[in-house]
């Protein structure tokens, strides 16, 4: 199973564009690149999910280099519900989800 | 549609007690999985089930056993509880186990506060 390496933790202004980038340097051929957001208190939940090149949807963008051994997961002007802990997980299948890591933190500021 | 719900929220225990911590999804998911938060930690799997019947050991299984009772139910059981066990338990589940393209939905998590 890949695993990823993120920043620790993240300071944004209201209004900005976030970009938070996750290293894997192992992932498998089969595997895909999943972000998922959690807020204080609730369990995780599913942003974005790739494999290859450049996904989007309502909520963010997920950018994704040829060599897939990095991701980037852009979102668009933040506000302060953003603030929260993204975590980037790598793998195929159920697999995908047995290890979380500590994810990175994003303070969203005023 | 409930998705997936857990009991209780909150348990506080005495060291050495014993407890089951339910879980339960209506989404007709193969796979289910417990976690474990400790505070400003990422989440750490205890044990999974990626189908009905199966059960296997996740990074931290020690001091805990589960049971998935049916496709919809998968219990997470403390023998004897000790204070290295208080934590935020997260249940989850997954569509398929063998499918690409799946994610997870996790429950609200049960607050243990073992003394």
């Known amino acids: 199973l890949a695993k990823t390496t993120q920043p620790i933790s993240m300071d944004s202004y209201e209004g900005q564009e976030v970009n938070i980038t996750c290293s894997h340097n192992n992932i498998a051929t089969n595997d895909y690149i999943t972000w998922y957001q959690q807020f204080p208190s609730q369990g995780p939940r599913f942003i974005i999910q790739?494999?290859?090149t450049k996904v989007t949807n309502e909520v963010a963008s997920l950018f994704i280099p040829a060599d897939r051994k990095s991701s980037t997961l852009s979102l668009p002007r933040v506000s302060l519900s953003d603030t929260a802990v993204y975590y980037c997980?790598?793998?195929?299948?159920?697999?995908?989800?047995?290890?979380f890591g500590t994810g990175t933190r994003l303070t969203v500021i005023p | 549609n409930a998705g997936v719900t857990q009991t209780p929220k909150f348990q506080v225990l005495k060291t050495g007690q014993s407890m089951t911590l339910q879980c339960a999804q209506d989404?007709?998911?193969?796979?289910m999985y417990w976690y474990r938060q400790d505070p400003g930690m990422g989440l750490r799997l205890i044990y999974y089930?990626?189908?009905?019947?199966?059960?296997d050991k996740g990074e931290v299984p020690n001091g805990y056993n589960v049971s998935r009772l049916n496709k919809r139910e998968f219990s997470l059981r403390l023998e004897s509880a000790a204070p290295s066990q208080t934590s935020v338990y997260f249940c989850a589940s997954l569509p398929r186990w063998w499918g690409e393209q799946e994610t997870q939905y996790f429950g609200p998590g049960t607050r243990l506060l073992v003394l």
């Open positions: 989404m007709n998911h193969n796979s």
């Open positions: 790739g494999y290859k």
């Open positions: 089930s990626a189908s009905e019947g199966t059960t």
């Open positions: 997980l790598v793998g195929k299948t159920g697999a995908n989800n047995l290890f």
